[in-house]
């Protein structure tokens, strides 16, 4: 057996965790590999909307475990409150919601940190949901993270103080004592909490898994564009939002690893800070936000709208190495006469086709090719057999520019508004 892998192939927001709901009853296992709660992943079903942070999207399907992987880091506050909020719909998550030893802990430092760093960084900051991810990496890379295994250890105690006590010194004269004031006794509470959930060695419970024959799907959260390594550097996140981060996130080989699909929206958005190619800052970029509710899950900010983006989509499917795609909020378009693809930027004067190195710091003008939409509603559309010409005719030019086929299109947020083509 083999993991296969969903992930977001633009800069996140992408629709992932509806389709993870979809697919799930296919798999044994759902494992989330990397990113922390800033994540936000929306699902809808039986009229009612689920915002998830941290805990895997197969968790509503009955018979599915779902694993939190080391690659994740973990907020014990918002995490119990993700957890109460399910719990409250009448599931026990306790059986079958397990969290590796290896996961580091998110403390109320580490978003004081964040949020002492934007501020240093005034007009050229990054656009963080200061959720304290970055801080909580870079004390997990730098040997000095608290991973949620040591809350096993008589010192844990001990290493939480000692870790503060850095964090205090980075800080300085910066006003953080009532903020820690204030979430220091809550953040140990729900380390008490989290005490009744299987904490396990998730490598190892992996692949013993695999050779037993359950099938696992890794989930991945954020998107390509957003990967510390490959996105737009450095209005990126804080981990690796690859394929290659499955390995590193879950304890998986290269070669145990299946299927790859990437998720895309018809169009194009962006939360935050950082270069945006095809953005439309203007009426066309306000209606595709106000039709398609184009607002942060996790931080309710305005998502930067515009037109899909070829070369981002090329360079992504080819650096996770794609073998499927999901196409999400088709639907949003319906309205469109004309529907713009952005096949090739303009550099310097040079056409290219591919996604440069520093794009932050260069003049892109992005080349489009205009399709004809299709002005129908897809909302209640069940088969693609009965699909406007002009939609499928859309698919099969993104299918032959992307060279990978489209397997799933989304046409509504509710997870019967899917088909599987």
């Known amino acids: 057996m083999k993991v296969d892998v969903l992930l977001g192939l633009q800069w996140g927001d992408e629709g992932k965790g509806k389709i993870v709901d979809v697919v799930t009853p296919k798999y044994d296992i759902i494992a989330r590999f990397q990113g922390g709660p800033n994540a936000g992943h929306t699902l809808i079903f039986e009229g009612k909307k689920h915002v998830l942070h941290t805990i895997p999207s197969g968790i509503f399907r009955d018979n599915t475990i779902n694993v939190i992987g080391n690659g994740v880091v973990i907020d014990p506050i918002i995490i119990k409150k993700e957890i109460e909020a399910i719990e409250a719909l009448g599931i026990d998550l306790v059986p079958t919601l397990l969290i590796s030893k290896k996961a580091h ?170 270069p945006f190619p095809t953005e439309l800052d203007n009426k066309i970029g306000e209606e595709i936000r106000k039709i398609g509710h184009e607002y942060g899950a996790t931080t309710g900010r305005n998502r930067r709208c515009g037109w899909i983006d070829l070369p981002a989509l090329k360079y992504a499917i080819m650096v996770n190495g794609a073998t499927q795609l999901s196409m999400m909020k088709a639907d949003v378009l319906d309205t469109f006469a004309e529907i713009e693809v952005c096949t090739h930027y303009e550099i310097n004067g040079k056409k290219i086709d591919y996604f440069p190195y520093d794009i932050t710091n260069l003049n892109v003008k992005p080349i489009y090719k205009k399709l004809k939409g299709w002005q129908e509603d897809l909302t209640k559309l069940e088969s693609m057999d009965d699909a406007p010409k002009a939609f499928k005719d859309y698919i099969t030019y993104l299918e032959q520019e992307l060279q990978t086929p489209i397997s799933i299109v989304s046409v509504g947020p509710d997870r019967k508004q899917t088909i599987i083509r």
């Open 105 to 274: 802990l998110i403390l109320p430092t580490h978003k004081i940190l964040d949020k002492y760093s934007e501020e240093q960084k005034g007009k050229k900051k990054i656009g963080s949901t200061l959720k304290g991810i970055g801080p909580t990496y870079m004390d997990k890379t730098g040997r000095n993270g608290l991973r949620i295994g040591d809350s096993l250890l008589p010192n844990f105690k001990e290493k939480y103080n000692t870790l503060v006590a850095k964090h205090k010194t980075i800080l300085g004269d910066y006003d953080y004592q009532s903020i820690l004031d204030e979430f220091e006794p809550e953040w140990f509470e729900a380390m008490t909490f989290l005490s009744k959930f299987t904490l396990i060695d998730s490598e190892h419970y992996l692949n013993n898994a695999l050779k037993s024959g359950k099938t696992i799907l890794a989930e991945g959260a954020q998107g390509t564009m957003l990967d510390i390594d490959f996105g737009t550097y450095p209005f990126v996140t804080s981990s690796n939002t690859t394929t290659a981060g499955t390995c590193t996130g879950l304890g998986v080989a290269p070669n145990k690893i299946g299927e790859v699909i990437g998720i895309f929206k018809a169009y194009c958005t962006r939360v935050g800070s950082g």
